[in-house]
């Protein structure tokens, strides 16, 4: 079965400094990976995700992940953040074709003026 | 278009007594997810439907636990008899889904609290 691990349960950073929320996979089979992002007291919306074709992929609010196959990692990354973008932030995956998407612990991105 | 639909949004009920989560999930949407989410084991998926059949229930916690999606725009999730141990915020998500990899849209939550 497919399992994901966030790295980081908490990622302080000032506002405008470049951020990166960790994210490592484990599955013996292809995966489709995503990016949820959830405001307090609020649903989880997507960011972004990865399906196949380029490793590099662009999402909504300035974010971007990279999936690395060898390393099994799907990281994402802001060049500059705002106060804005303090939120949780949750990796998910399913197998190639699958339905059951299931998610990472949650990492908290707190920015900070 | 209206997102997903969940109520109520707050529930606070009393050990033992019956609470019943509803969903409307996207029109044309095919799949249907329960979430249950808690600071302690994070987001949990419970069961989910696909056409209104259920496809994998073995998130459900125990028996107390039943979902059913009578049809394509309506879901409920009952709890009976309720615990302390289930107060926790439930998502409802849908999506569609072909061959896989459907973008989940969430509901806002309803938030129980069991005293």
């Not at chain 1, 106060?83 to 990492?107: H, M, Q, R, W």
Request: hydrophobic content about 35%; overall charge negative; aromatic content about 12%.
């Amino acid at each position: 079965a497919q399992s994901v691990t966030q790295l980081d349960s908490q990622v302080p950073v000032f506002e405008e400094a470049p951020v990166e929320l960790r994210c490592n996979y484990s599955s013996s089979v292809s995966v489709y990976l995503f990016w949820y992002v959830q405001y307090p007291n609020q649903g989880l919306q997507l960011l972004l995700k990865y399906l196949s074709g380029s490793t590099l992929v662009k999402g909504i609010n300035g974010f971007e992940a990279e999936f690395n196959k060898s390393q099994t990692s799907f990281h994402l990354r802001k060049p500059s953040v705002h106060i804005s973008d303090t939120a949780e932030y949750f990796c998910a995956v399913t197998l190639e074709y699958g339905n059951k998407l299931v998610f990472g612990a949650g990492t908290i991105l707190r920015v900070k003026s | 278009d209206a997102g997903v639909i969940q109520s109520p949004r707050h529930e606070v009920t009393e050990m033992g007594q019956e609470v019943t989560l509803r969903c409307k999930p996207i029109s044309g949407h095919n799949s249907l997810f329960w979430y249950r989410q808690t600071m302690m084991r994070g987001l949990e998926l419970l069961i989910y439907f696909n056409n209104n059949v259920p496809i994998d229930d073995s998130g459900m916690p125990e028996d107390r636990f039943s979902a059913k999606m009578p049809n394509a725009s309506f879901s409920t999730l009952k709890i009976q008899p309720s615990e302390p141990r289930d107060s926790a915020v439930y998502f409802c998500a849908s999506s569609f889904t072909d061959a896989g990899a459907g973008e989940l849209f969430f509901g806002e939550g309803s938030r129980l609290t069991v005293l």
